[in-house]
């Protein structure tokens, strides 16, 4: 059973950085892509980058393109999400999941088979 963990969230002030990691146990990331989403209070949760099995990204919309991206170590069965130039509008619960599949990204919650509990990231000055 695939299990994620998300750490690196916290307190950072606009124009900042951050980095995520999204540790996988419980079985080998090679053949899972991946998902990043993140979810306010009130609101769904939002596709806003994935990566496939080889590293391939995909961004969903406009709101974090160049200045999120992810990238992955199947080596450490851990994949990255490095977020600069922050904004107060990204504060955010932030997750990482996952789903058997290669090439194929999806852009739904509900079509991911696993999910990480979530980390806290507050951009506040």
């Known amino acids: 059973q695939l299990q994620l963990v998300e750490s690196g969230g916290g307190l950072v002030q606009p124009g900042g950085s951050l980095r995520l990691s999204c540790a996988a146990s419980?079985?080998?990331?090679?053949?899972?892509?991946i998902g990043w989403f993140r979810q306010t209070p009130g609101k769904e949760h939002e596709a806003f980058l994935c990566i496939t099995s080889s590293g391939l990204s995909t961004t969903y919309g406009d709101v974090v393109k160049g200045r999120f991206t992810t990238s992955r170590d199947n080596a450490l069965n851990t994949v990255y999400l490095q977020m600069n130039s922050l904004k107060p509008e990204d504060t955010a619960v932030y997750y990482c999941?996952?789903?058997?599949?290669?090439?194929?990204?999806?852009?739904?919650?509900?079509?991911?088979?696993?999910w990480g509990q979530g980390t806290q990231v507050t951009v506040s000055s």
């Open positions: 419980g079985s080998s990331l090679d053949n899972y892509v």
């Open positions: 999941a996952a789903v058997p599949s290669r090439y194929v990204c999806y852009e739904e919650w509900s079509e991911y088979d696993y």
